[in-house]
């Protein structure tokens, strides 16, 4: 099915430890972006990409890196794992052209840093 | 800078009852305004768009119209059901090559039976 898939769906780590969130989409989607969603803060954007081989900083993006060297992957790296990083993660994407369109997420992962 | 308020939760209904969620917006030139659904445990679901004044979004039932003048884009449902239970998010998406969404914070929304 057309979409954004996002893996692992639950991970637990222990402080300090790395990982990558990945991302994929199969629309051909040019933009994509890494949102974190904690309670009572709505979704704050950590990173973002309009394209491959571009990616910017969004609100909160300490802690992580991305690259994007293919229109369809778009992995989030958590560098050294800290507790103040659990959250929800969710990956969104949306074609290049036009306000007009909304985003389409993936059912997140769900990250707990202990 | 641009910004979307919406209406603190949790909202609590009983079933058939008529749903308000208020959403109000600041920003300059003409943003499209949209409602994202999210059900329990799932990802972010377009519910609604509308992407100039006066235009109804409207889907599942749900309703909403872009109010330039009084910068609103409120979600209104005339009967809702239990599987409505939800977090619903106001969000609008600024004008020109801009393609971030600027967030409300999310209602949560109860129905019961």
């Known amino acids: 099915n057309a979409g954004v898939t996002q893996t692992p769906k639950f991970q637990v780590l222990k402080t300090g430890q790395s990982m990558t969130l990945q991302c994929a989409q199969d629309m051909n989607h040019e933009y994509m972006s890494w949102y974190r969603q904690d309670p009572g803060m709505g979704l704050r954007l950590i990173h973002y990409?309009?394209?491959?081989?571009?990616?910017d900083q969004g609100e909160v993006p300490n802690g992580y890196n991305v690259s994007r060297s293919t229109t369809e992957d778009f992995p989030l790296r958590l560098l050294s794992a800290a507790p103040s990083q659990t959250s929800v993660y969710f990956c969104?994407?949306?074609?290049?052209?036009?306000?007009?369109?909304?985003?389409?997420f993936g059912s997140g992962t769900r990250l707990t840093v202990v | 800078g641009n910004s979307v308020t919406q209406m603190e939760g949790p909202v609590t209904l009983s079933e058939e009852a008529f749903l308000t969620i208020n959403c109000t917006y600041t920003a300059t030139g003409y943003p499209s305004l949209f409602w994202y659904v999210q059900y329990p445990g799932e990802g972010l679901q377009l519910l609604l768009k509308?992407?100039?004044a006066d235009d109804k979004g409207s889907n599942k039932g749900f309703e909403a119209t872009y109010r330039k003048e009084t910068t609103s884009f409120h979600l209104e449902k005339g009967s809702v059901q239990v599987s409505d239970s939800a977090v619903y998010f106001c969000?609008?998406?600024?004008?020109?090559?801009?393609?971030?969404?600027?967030w409300g914070l999310g209602t949560s929304l109860a129905v019961n039976p």
């Open positions: 509308a992407t100039k």
């Open positions: 969000a609008l998406r600024e004008g020109g090559n801009n393609r971030k969404l600027i």
């Open positions: 969104a994407s949306s074609p290049k052209m036009g306000r007009l369109d909304g985003y389409t």
């Open positions: 990409s309009v394209g491959a081989g571009i990616t």
